[in-house]
């Protein structure tokens, strides 16, 4: 089954660990609950550096809110939320797949930027 290009676009650009991801379908199945970065650390079994970048990486993408020291799942348009059921399902069914494609995807900006004054390649 190929996976659909949006799809992967989408999974690439917006989540920077497989951690990210993870955190976004346990909001999405706890819909509307606003939780607490130390909440999210105690059910996810996670840092708060990790809670820290995820929701600021999932809040960059439009899928989540924090408000008053609360995160909750609330994408910015039906398109957005159709693509995170899209990658939420996907990795329900393919997660090697899903994993690979955040692993490999491509590096950010300032990576690009600094490899430019390599004087050779590595």
Request: aromatic share 8%.
């Amino acid at each position: 089954m190929a996976v659909k290009p949006e799809v992967s676009s989408f999974i690439r650009s917006t989540f920077r660990s497989v951690w990210a991801l993870e955190m976004l379908c346990f909001l999405r199945k706890n819909r509307g609950q606003p939780w607490s970065h130390g909440d999210l650390v105690a059910a996810l079994r996670g840092s708060e550096l990790l809670v820290s970048q995820s929701v600021g990486s999932l809040t960059a993408a439009g899928l989540v809110v924090e408000a008053d020291g609360t995160v909750r799942y609330q994408p910015v348009s039906e398109a957005v939320d159709k693509l995170a059921t899209a990658a939420e399902a996907l990795y329900a069914t393919r997660p090697d797949a899903v994993r690979r494609m955040i692993v490999a995807a491509p590096p950010s900006g300032l990576t690009r930027f600094a490899d430019a004054f390599k004087l050779w390649p590595d």
